[in-house]
């Protein structure tokens, strides 16, 4: 079984420029979740999804942070403009069904803001 | 608001020897617990869950025991070996919400 893939694994860019991530879980998983990790610290979610609708994004700062996901399939999560304090790991996950059930996680994409 | 707190940040044991990791949370609706290993470069991956009618769960060398009325549950790794060593971070989640509120994170080191 394929896991969640990421792409891309690294990224650097100035502050202030626009970046995109995309994730793809594995196959039949209905929810599918976006994590921040700064260096040093657990994973802080950002967004989830439930198929292609939005659970929760309490936590997504909207003025900068989009997400989308089409078809309830992959899914992109979008800065614009990037923070310096936006460096971190953005990690995809994706579980089979809404519960308390495992969560997959991909390699993750580390963002580099200077 | 929700939290959770882990306990320590860093440890090193001797190979053989057991690792304790401490998870204490503050929502009381909590009711699924489970506990991810990261290595260097990779993503989190699920050793273990407990669920909260379940006081205690066993996976040959790793075990999870929960104390529902002290809000903590621990993760026990025994005869530990060289590939332990990674950061272990202790998750919780609620029926209805099912987001995962991590801990900060143990660094293990298992000395050969």
């Known amino acids: 079984e394929a896991g969640v893939a990421q792409s891309p694994r690294y990224k650097i860019i100035e502050k202030r420029q626009s970046v995109a991530f995309w994730c793809n879980p594995i196959s039949g998983h209905a929810t599918l979740y976006w994590y921040q990790q700064i260096l040093g610290q657990g994973p802080k979610l950002l967004i989830q999804?439930?198929?292609?609708?939005?659970?929760?994004d309490s936590q997504l700062p909207k003025d900068r942070f989009s997400a989308e996901r089409l078809k309830g399939v992959d899914s992109t999560l979008k800065i614009q403009p990037a923070k310096l304090e936006d460096s971190a790991v953005y990690l995809c996950?994706?579980?089979?069904?809404?519960?308390?059930?495992?969560?997959?996680f991909g390699q993750g994409t580390r963002l580099t803001v200077v | 608001g929700e939290n959770v707190e882990q306990h320590p940040s860093t440890l090193s044991v001797q190979e053989g020897d057991s690792a304790v990791i401490k998870c204490t949370y503050s929502d009381s609706a909590s009711n699924y617990f489970p506990w991810y290993k990261q290595e260097l470069g990779k993503g989190p991956q699920l050793i273990i869950d407990?669920?909260?009618?379940?006081g205690e769960k066993k996976d040959q060398r790793i075990a999870v025991t929960l104390n529902k009325t002290a809000k903590h549950f621990s993760l026990h790794i025994t005869e530990t070996q060289p590939e332990d060593s990674a950061v272990y971070f202790c998750a919780a989640s609620k029926s209805g919400t099912y987001k995962y509120i991590f801990g900060t994170g143990t660094r293990l080191k298992v000395l050969a």
């Open positions: 407990i669920r909260s009618n379940v």
């Open positions: 996950a994706s579980s089979l069904e809404w519960g308390n059930t495992e969560a997959f």
């Open positions: 999804f439930q198929n292609n609708g939005v659970v929760d």
